[in-house]
T-cell receptor, first 119, second 117 residues
Framework: GAVVSQHPSRVICKSGTSVKIECRSL??????MFWYRQFPKKSLMLMAT?????????EQGVEKDKFLINHASLTLSTLTVTSAHPEDSSFYIC???????????????FGPGTRLTVL | AQKVTQAQTEISVVEKEDVTLDCVYE???????LFWYKQPPSGELVFLIR??????QNEISGRYSWNFQKSTSSFNFTITASQVVDSAVYFC??????????????FGTGTRLQVTL
């Protein structure tokens, strides 16, 4: 159980185009999904927290107009990199937390990541 | 503010050796959760363990074991009889107990483990 998928796994695009990345929880419902960015040999940097049915909460320094997040259902969140530029090239990873309904913490399960290369 | 320190950047061992990955954390919360994740070369983060702050019992799962010491704010991870397939980057992470929505994770910088024949 607790499987998270991401699509596409790899994308190469031209500068100025927009790219959409999908994150799906396959066997559980996720009220909250998270989007991370990881540079080579670096740790994960949280970009935003995505809650189903409401606006995403962005971390400081992350441009919300640049990285559009939509969490339309309990199993799907999307990240759109708008007008991508070479500096946006990175490894983007999503995670999803299974809703337990009780006080505590929900384990985040991660997708396989999407490697974006902007030419 | 929460902080997770993994002082070992890279570790290289020969197969069948035991190896311990260190993790030290800082938090002002009295209730919190600690995690270990494995990131193999493929990139996907694999969940290994979650431990809450009230449970200081050590845990063993096959060749993996975890030592949680609240007194020293450490949550170390030991792999016994390491194998080549254990080669990966291992991340320690910390989150506060949530109060309605899932909590953010604070990650350490990761330890790259290389197991050779």
């Amino acid at each position: 159980g607790a499987v998270v998928s991401q699509h596409p796994s790899r994308v190469i695009c031209k500068s100025g185009t927009s790219v959409k990345i999908e994150c799906r929880s396959l066997d559980f419902q996720a009220t909250t999904m998270f989007w991370y960015r990881q540079f080579p040999k670096k740790s994960l940097m949280l970009m935003a927290t995505s809650n189903e049915g409401s606006k995403a909460t962005y971390e400081q320094g992350v441009e919300k107009d640049k990285f559009l997040i939509n969490h339309a259902s309990l199993t799907l969140s999307t990240l759109t990199v708008t007008s991508a530029h070479p500096e946006d090239s990175s490894f983007y990873i999503c995670s999803a937390s299974e809703t337990s309904g009780s006080v505590g913490t929900d384990t985040q399960y991660f997708g396989p990541g999407t490697r974006l290369t902007v030419l | 503010a929460q902080k997770v320190t993994q002082a070992q950047t890279e570790i290289s061992v020969v197969e069948k050796e035991d190896v311990t990955l260190d993790c030290v954390y800082e938090t002002r919360d009295t209730t919190y959760y600690l995690f270990w994740y494995k990131q193999p070369p493929s990139g996907e983060l694999v969940f290994l363990i979650r431990r809450n702050s009230f449970d200081e019992q050590n845990e063993i799962s096959g060749r993996y074991s975890w030592n949680f010491q609240k007194s020293t704010s450490s949550f170390n991870f030991t792999i016994t009889a390491s194998q080549v397939v254990d080669s990966a980057v291992y991340f320690c992470a910390l989150s506060e107990a949530y109060t309605g929505t899932a909590s953010k994770l604070t990650f350490g910088t990761g330890t790259r483990l290389q197991v050779t024949l």
